[in-house]
């Protein structure tokens, strides 16, 4: 998205993530929730949709109204402002309204005057100057973020009282942002939407395949479904692991009407892990998705241990592993700085622990501790999830439960979950 928009050099944050692994204020962390997913309706098209027809509507009557003489084949005359309207409407119908408005009003300065195109070579400058007094200074990014910070903006584009007080909410002011210019991945969409209406999406490919595809905002489905042929997108996703539920669908129907119709097919059958591990994951996935894997291929393994009491319990357990022929192994965090300090602490033991903590750290193998949020994605040959306790994962909280589902099922033939004092209630039955 940043390259299509132009904006290579922009850095990105996620500070919807940053607030919702980090702050401990559930009434913030569900705001900034609500807010994220706000954003990322696919019904946000028809909000910026609507603004820019608003914009346009007011800045049409703040213009003269334009006449073109043409060389040789005489003058339009001055050009109503309810004919320009009309081709603004007509522009607005479909993506790329800058580049349809000026070939719409090219078309009427050649009807009006039975001239061709070449005789409109002189007049270049006097067309774009009209094209860039309706649609010029409407840059994605500023634009997007006027409208979505100005009450009287989101009210004269149509937008009902309980949205507008969800988007205009700011539960992420904690969260410090980064020097320099930068973009937040929960407003990518909007912006890239912004820019669709004014000048569309470009050329169409052949066909579209999302992986992780419960990570993408209804929103980017609808922009999508302009980028490619109908049918010719396909989405493969757990919604489960949504661990960036907070943009993406609550359901399948979403990314449906998203798409303006889809297939949806299931896969209930569960390869990957073992049976102990399929089953201890599948149960915590439960109580929040009605969507999960309740079958599994029968492979059996190791039952699923539960480690209590001091390090040493942990770093035990990992010796064992290692022992038993266990290459790659994870200690799963719920924070980041937890995993950062695992090395160190566990060095007494002999343990040689690789700490991943940036999203661009490439995994090559061996003992690693890893945030939750980075393990999404990654398969070990055994995994101990650490701090699993209450007091790390809310039982009261979704987005928690989803973390611990995401951690669980980290493992292809061992899992272990670890807690200093008092497992959470979805692990004790494991």
């Given at each position: 998205?940043?390259?299509?928009?132009?904006?290579?050099?922009?850095?990105?944050?996620?500070?919807?993530?940053?607030?919702?692994?980090?702050?401990?204020?559930?009434?913030?962390?569900?705001?900034?929730?609500?807010?994220?997913?706000?954003?990322?309706?696919?019904?946000?098209?028809?909000?910026?949709?609507?603004?820019?027809?608003?914009?346009?509507?007011?800045?049409?009557?703040?213009?003269?109204?334009?006449?073109?003489?043409?060389p040789g084949r005489g003058s339009t005359g001055p050009i109503p402002r309810a004919d320009l309207w009309e081709l603004i409407?007509?522009?607005?119908?479909?993506?790329?309204?800058?580049?349809?408005?000026?070939?719409?009003?090219?078309?009427?300065?050649?009807?009006?005057?039975?001239?061709?195109?070449?005789?409109?070579?002189?007049?270049?400058?006097?067309?774009?100057?009209?094209?860039?007094?309706?649609?010029?200074?409407?840059?994605?990014?500023?634009?997007?973020?006027?409208?979505?910070?100005?009450?009287?903006?989101?009210?004269?584009?149509?937008?009902?009282?309980?949205?507008?007080?969800?988007?205009?909410?700011?539960?992420?002011?904690?969260?410090?942002?980064?020097?320099?210019?930068?973009?937040?991945?929960?407003?990518?969409?909007?912006?890239?939407?912004?820019?669709?209406?004014?000048?569309?999406?470009?050329?169409?490919?052949?066909?579209?395949?999302?992986?992780?595809?419960?990570?993408?905002?209804?929103?980017?489905?609808?922009?999508?479904?302009?980028?490619?042929?109908?049918?010719?997108?396909?989405?493969?996703?757990?919604?489960?692991?949504?661990?960036?539920?907070?943009?993406?669908?609550?359901?399948?129907?979403?990314?449906?009407?998203?798409?303006?119709?889809?297939?949806?097919?299931?896969?209930?059958?569960?390869?990957?892990?073992?049976?102990?591990?399929?089953?201890?994951?599948?149960?915590?996935?439960?109580?929040?998705?009605?969507?999960?894997?309740?079958?599994?291929?029968?492979?059996?393994?190791?039952?699923?241990?539960?480690?209590?009491?001091?390090?040493?319990?942990?770093?035990?357990?990992?010796?064992?592993?290692?022992?038993?022929?266990?290459a790659n192994i994870a200690l799963v965090t719920r924070r980041t700085i937890d995993a950062q300090r695992l090395p160190d602490?566990?060095?007494?033991?002999?343990?040689?622990?690789?700490?991943?903590?940036?999203?661009?750290?490439?995994?090559?193998?061996?003992?690693?501790?890893?945030?939750?949020?980075?393990?999404?994605?990654?398969?070990?040959?055994?995994?101990?999830?650490?701090?699993?306790?209450?007091?790390?994962?809310?039982?009261?909280?979704?987005?928690?439960?989803?973390?611990?589902?995401?951690?669980?099922?980290?493992?292809?033939?061992?899992?272990?979950?670890?807690?200093?004092?008092?497992?959470?209630?979805?692990?004790?039955?494991?």
């Amino acid at each position: 998205m940043l390259s299509f928009l132009g904006l290579e050099k922009m850095q990105v944050t996620d500070r919807t993530l940053t607030l919702l692994l980090a702050d401990q204020n559930n009434a913030r962390r569900a705001s900034a929730w609500k807010r994220a997913k706000a954003l990322g309706r696919a019904s946000i098209y028809d909000l910026i949709h609507e603004h820019v027809r608003q914009e346009l509507w007011e800045r049409l009557h703040k213009v003269a109204e334009p006449s073109f003489d043409v060389p040789g084949r005489g003058s339009t005359g001055p050009i109503p402002r309810a004919d320009l309207w009309e081709l603004i409407e007509g522009a607005l119908s479909q993506p790329g309204a800058t580049e349809r408005f000026e070939a719409g009003l090219r078309e009427l300065i050649l009807r009006r005057t039975n001239a061709s195109e070449a005789d409109l070579r002189p007049l270049e400058k006097d067309i774009s100057r009209v094209v860039t007094s309706l649609f010029g200074r409407m840059l994605p990014v500023s634009e997007t973020r006027r409208l979505l910070g100005n009450e009287a903006l989101l009210e004269r584009a149509k937008v009902a009282e309980p949205l507008r007080r969800t988007l205009l909410s700011d539960p992420l002011s904690a969260i410090p942002l980064p020097k320099g210019s930068s973009v937040d991945v929960t407003e990518l969409p909007a912006i890239l939407a912004l820019r669709c209406i004014l000048h569309g999406l470009g050329e169409r490919w052949d066909h579209i395949l999302l992986d992780e595809a419960q990570d993408f905002q209804p929103l980017l489905y609808r922009l999508l479904a302009q980028a490619t042929r109908p049918g010719q997108l396909t989405a493969l996703g757990d919604l489960s692991q949504g661990l960036a539920g907070y943009k993406g669908p609550a359901n399948w129907e979403e990314v449906q009407q998203a798409l303006g119709g889809a297939d949806v097919s299931f896969l209930p059958m569960t390869y990957r892990s073992t049976a102990p591990i399929s089953e201890a994951s599948a149960r915590i996935a439960a109580t929040y998705s009605k969507v999960i894997h309740s079958e599994h291929i029968g492979r059996e393994g190791d039952p699923v241990q539960l480690l209590e009491g001091e390090l040493d319990t942990v770093a035990g357990h990992v010796q064992a592993l290692q022992d038993a022929g266990y290459a790659n192994i994870a200690l799963v965090t719920r924070r980041t700085i937890d995993a950062q300090r695992l090395p160190d602490a566990l060095a007494p033991f002999d343990l040689d622990v690789q700490a991943i903590t940036e999203p661009q750290h490439r995994y090559k193998g061996g003992l690693v501790s890893i945030p939750v949020q980075y393990a999404k994605g990654l398969e070990f040959d055994g995994c101990v999830v650490m701090d699993a306790d209450p007091q790390s994962y809310d039982p009261g909280t979704e987005y928690d439960s989803r973390l611990l589902y995401v951690a669980a099922s980290r493992g292809l033939h061992h899992l272990a979950f670890y807690s200093g004092g008092g497992f959470h209630p979805l692990v004790q039955g494991a």
